[in-house]
Each structure stands twice: as structure tokens, then as C-alpha cells.
């Protein structure tokens, strides 16, 4: 597919594939695509940041490559790494022949055959159907050091492997960084690219998600989930639920045959939303059917 040639384009777009968002998203996905920006998505887990990267990858029919950070990642790990065992028994099979080349047989050892392409290498990589989706998962995890090594690798879209040369890609990657805010990420690298806070939808947004993504649930039960879940993020929590907790908890009380909210039923199906103990703890007992009141109270009308 080609690249959408309108805002209004990449909402249907992305829709096409599951995925609602607002205007002010859509605009920061266009011009993405249409300059060739890296996007920057920040909010809090669950709100998805991630999922737009794959729905972008399914819409354009480009292929999704993720590069999943955490804490200790270093630039080897993300571009490339040598094939030690492959070539330990190349070492061994070139010994066992009498009039080796050693020089011939080095270059052997640090060509293609002996490389294992990591995601940002892969994705400046020639690719069939045109440059991948590049997801740049969590990006906070990491440290000072690997952003810096990002700021330039996404400046000029190119990596340097010491043993064969720079690697420039033929055509730059459609670039998705994410961020949960655990710590800031530079200036530096936010100036490279676009920016947009990815904020928890309101009710009629979480709605057409929960349609688009859970379409079997009756729209009965599924008013009740997104105000329970609406209410329950005005609560002091450890963690408040994201939209895909409210989708996995309508799945799971469509595969109990629920048709519509009790206060057990949600005692019993916490875990589905909540993720730490403490949270849990707080809504044993009268805590649920009382936001289930008040949530039911302040639904807005079908």
C-alpha cells in the first residue's frame, strides 16, 4: 500500500487495522511518513504505543522489526554480531587443510556469511515491499550511552562495522520509538524526531476501540467495562489499567459468558486489569460495588 496522503487517510488506515486514534496522532503519523521523521511516542503502558507501530507495519504492507530495549543494551547488541561458534569450526576445518591462506581465510571469518544482522542493521537492510517498520520499543530502559549511539545512527541512517565498512540504508526505515516515562530521554534525541504524548482515550474513543478490537462484545457489557475502567483510573493506584487491559478484560468476561458487571464478577476477574497486589487488595470488598455505582451513575447515555 502506498503511504496515506491525508490525516484523514492514516485514521482510516489505521482503523482498517484495529487501531482508533484521535486527530492529533494521526497528524504526528502523516508527517512522519511524509518527511521522513522518526515519531516519538510517550505515555503510560498499555495505552498503545506499540500496537501503532504494528498496525502501521500491517496497513503499509511493510515488514515490523522490533528492537526491544532493556537495561544493559549496547550498540553490538542492536546492530550486529559475529557467529563465534560458525567460525571457531571454520578455524578448525581451514587448520585440518595444508596450505591454508591465512589472510584469505580472516577475511572469510568477518564476511556476510559469519554475521548475524541485529534489528537496526536488519532494518537498514534492503527489504522486499520497501523500508520496515522500525520499532524502538521502552526506549527509557536504556542509558545515556545507547541514545547517543541512536541520535547518530538515526541522524544519517547509516552503521559502521568496523571489519567490512558503513552500511547506509537504501531507503531510511519508517522509525517508532516509544517511551513510558520511566526516566527522561534526552533533548537531543526528542529534537530528531516528532513528538506526541499518547494519553489514556476518553470514553467514546475507548469505546471504538473496544469495538474495533472486541467486536463480539455486546454493547451493553462493553459501556460497563470502559466506565469501570474509566473510574478506575481516577483511583490512587500503583499502576492504572491501560486500553489493553480493558481489552483483555473483556475477553476474559466473554469467556466466562458474563453479560453484564457484579461486584464479584470483577473480584474475580481483577487480575485481568490490575497487575500489583496492592491494587487488588484496595478493591475487595464494598470498593468494588462502589465504583461499579459510580461508574454505572456517570455513564454516558447509549
Known amino acids: 500500500?502506498?503511504?496515506?496522503?491525508?490525516?484523514?487517510?492514516?485514521?482510516?488506515?489505521?482503523?482498517?487495522?484495529?487501531?482508533?486514534?484521535?486527530?492529533?496522532?494521526?497528524?504526528?503519523?502523516?508527517?512522519?511518513?511524509?518527511?521522513?521523521?522518526?515519531?516519538?511516542?510517550?505515555?503510560?503502558?498499555?495505552?498503545?504505543?506499540?500496537?501503532?507501530?504494528?498496525?502501521?507495519?500491517?496497513?503499509?504492507?511493510?515488514?515490523?522489526i522490533r528492537l526491544q530495549c532493556y537495561e544493559g543494551l549496547d550498540s553490538a547488541s542492536a546492530v550486529y554480531e559475529w557467529n563465534f561458534p560458525a567460525q571457531m569450526v571454520a578455524i578448525r576445518t581451514a587448520e585440518a587443510v595444508e596450505g591454508t591462506d591465512r589472510e584469505a581465510l580472516t577475511d572469510e571469518l568477518f564476511?556476510?556469511?559469519?554475521?548475524?544482522?541485529?534489528?537496526?542493521?536488519?532494518?537498514?537492510?534492503?527489504?522486499?515491499?520497501?523500508?520496515?517498520?522500525?520499532?524502538?520499543?521502552?526506549?527509557?530502559?536504556t542509558d545515556a550511552p545507547f541514545e547517543a549511539f541512536l541520535l547518530e545512527a538515526l541522524s544519517d541512517f547509516q552503521v559502521t562495522i568496523p571489519e567490512?565498512?558503513?552500511?547506509?540504508?537504501?531507503?531510511?526505515?519508517?522509525?517508532?520509538?516509544?517511551?513510558?516515562?520511566?526516566?527522561?530521554?534526552?533533548?537531543?534525541?526528542?529534537?530528531?524526531?516528532?513528538?506526541?504524548?499518547?494519553?489514556?482515550?476518553?470514553?467514546?474513543?475507548e469505546m471504538a476501540i473496544l469495538k474495533a478490537r472486541v467486536p463480539e462484545a455486546s454493547e451493553a457489557l462493553s459501556r460497563e467495562v470502559v466506565a469501570f475502567v474509566q473510574r478506575l483510573r481516577?483511583?490512587?493506584?500503583?499502576?492504572?489499567?491501560?486500553?489493553?487491559?480493558?481489552?483483555?478484560?473483556?475477553?476474559?468476561?466473554?469467556?466466562?459468558?458474563?453479560?453484564?458487571?457484579?461486584?464479584?464478577?470483577?473480584?474475580?476477574?481483577?487480575g485481568a486489569i490490575l497487575k500489583y497486589q496492592d491494587d487488588i487488595a484496595r478493591l475487595q470488598g464494598s470498593e468494588a460495588a462502589r465504583l461499579l455505582e459510580e461508574a454505572r451513575a456517570g455513564m454516558a447515555p447509549a
Request: negative net charge.
Open 234 to 270: 481516577t483511583e490512587d493506584l500503583f499502576k492504572k489499567p491501560g486500553v489493553a487491559e480493558t481489552i483483555d478484560w473483556a475477553k476474559c468476561l466473554l469467556a466466562l459468558d458474563m453479560i453484564e458487571l457484579s461486584p464479584q464478577v470483577i473480584a474475580d476477574t481483577l
Open 1 to 64: 500500500m502506498t503511504a496515506p496522503g491525508s490525516i484523514d487517510e492514516v485514521q482510516a488506515m489505521l482503523a482498517g487495522e484495529g487501531y482508533v486514534c484521535g486527530r492529533a496522532l494521526a497528524t504526528v503519523v502523516f508527517l512522519g511518513l511524509r518527511l521522513g521523521r522518526p515519531i516519538f511516542l510517550e505515555g503510560e503502558a498499555g495505552v498503545g504505543k506499540t500496537e501503532i507501530a504494528k498496525a502501521l507495519s500491517a496497513a503499509l504492507g511493510r515488514r515490523l
Open 164 to 205: 567490512i565498512g558503513t552500511i547506509r540504508a537504501p531507503e531510511p526505515p519508517i522509525v517508532i520509538l516509544t517511551s513510558n516515562r520511566t526516566r527522561e530521554v534526552h533533548d537531543a534525541l526528542k529534537r530528531r524526531c516528532l513528538y506526541h504524548w499518547v494519553d489514556y482515550p476518553d470514553f467514546d474513543r
Open 111 to 141: 564476511s556476510e556469511r559469519f554475521l548475524i544482522r541485529r534489528p537496526l542493521l536488519e532494518a537498514m537492510s534492503p527489504q522486499p515491499g520497501g523500508a520496515p517498520v522500525l520499532l524502538i520499543d521502552e526506549l527509557d530502559r
